[in-house]
T-cell receptor, first 120, second 111 residues
Framework: GAVVSQHPSRVICKSGTSVKIECRSLDFQATTMFWYRQFPKKSLMLMATSNEGSKATYEQGVEKDKFLINHASLTLSTLTVTSAHPEDSSFYIC????????????????FGPGTRLTVL | QKEVEQDPGPLSVPEGAIVSLNCTYSNSAFQYFMWYRQYSRKGPELLMYTYSSGNKEDGRFTAQVDKSSKYISLFIRDSQPSDSATYLCAMSNNQGGKLIFGQGTELSVKP
C-alpha cells in the first residue's frame, strides 16, 4: 500500500516550452499533495502544497504563475512548468499525504519516484 | 542557523558495521520525526516514523528521538551494501504539516 507514481520519469524539452508532470496516489486517497524540487546532493525544497479542490499554497520565492499546480481529484495532482528555461532543470518529486494512517501514523507523506526535467 | 542540521557525509563503512546517522534541530515544536532512504535518482522511501520522544525498532533499523537535546538518530545494524543510499531526516510540528528535511547523509556500505 501507499504507492505514489509520477509521469513522466524523465523529460527533455526546449527552452520556452511547457512541461506537465503528473503525480498519482495509486492505492489511497490523498487530500493533500506536495511538490518538491531537489538539486544534486541537496535536500528537498518544498515548492507548494496542493489541496484537492482548492488553490495550491506556494512557498516563499516560488513563482505560482510559472509552476502551475492543479489537484483535480483525490488521486491526481499535476505540476506544469510554463515557459521552461535551463535554470528550471531539476529533479521534481511529489508526495501524497494519506489521512487514514495506512502503514505508519496518519498524515505521513509518501513520495513518488521523481521526474528529471532537462531544459535545453 | 538551519532548522534541521544533518552531516552530509559521505559516510563509508564495511559490511556488517553498525551505522549511526544523526540530525539536530532547533524548533522545539517539532513532534513528528521521520527517516527516509533515497537511492540515486529515485524518490525518498519512508523508513521510520516516530511521534515525540523514545525509540522505535523495525528489523535492523532503530530510530531514537531525544527531544530534550533536540537530537534524533537512526541506527542500522548489520549494514549491507544494499543499504548504500542517502538518508534524510525529516520532521514536522503537526499532523499533515510541512516537512522540514535535513540535507541528507550519503552512506556507502562496502562489501
Amino acid at each position: 500500500g501507499a504507492v505514489v507514481s509520477q509521469h513522466p520519469s524523465r523529460v527533455i524539452c526546449k527552452s520556452g516550452t511547457s512541461v506537465k508532470i503528473e503525480c498519482r496516489s495509486l492505492d489511497f486517497q490523498a487530500t493533500t499533495m506536495f511538490w518538491y524540487r531537489q538539486f544534486p546532493k541537496k535536500s528537498l525544497m518544498l515548492m507548494a502544497t496542493s489541496n484537492e479542490g482548492s488553490k495550491a499554497t506556494y512557498e516563499q520565492g516560488v513563482e505560482k504563475d510559472k509552476f502551475l499546480i492543479n489537484h483535480a481529484s483525490l488521486t491526481l495532482s499535476t505540476l506544469t512548468v510554463t515557459s521552461a528555461h535551463p535554470e528550471d532543470s531539476s529533479f521534481y518529486i511529489c508526495s501524497a499525504k494519506s489521512s487514514t494512517g495506512i502503514i505508519w501514523g496518519s498524515d505521513t507523506q509518501y513520495f513518488g519516484p521523481g521526474t528529471r526535467l532537462t531544459v535545453l | 542557523q538551519k532548522e534541521v542540521e544533518q552531516d552530509p557525509g559521505p559516510l563509508s563503512v564495511p559490511e556488517g558495521a553498525i551505522v549511526s546517522l544523526n540530525c539536530t534541530y532547533s524548533n522545539s515544536a517539532f513532534q513528528y520525526f521521520m527517516w527516509y532512504r533515497q537511492y540515486s535518482r529515485k524518490g525518498p522511501e519512508l523508513l521510520m516514523y516516530t511521534y515525540s520522544s523514545g525509540n522505535k525498532e523495525d528489523g535492523r533499523f532503530t530510530a531514537q528521538v531525544d527531544k530534550s537535546s533536540k537530537y534524533i538518530s537512526l541506527f542500522i545494524r548489520d549494514s549491507q551494501p544494499s543499504d548504500s543510499a542517502t538518508y534524510l531526516c525529516a520532521m514536522s510540528n503537526n499532523q499533515g504539516g510541512k516537512l522540514i528535511f535535513g540535507q541528507g547523509t550519503e552512506l556507502s556500505v562496502k562489501p
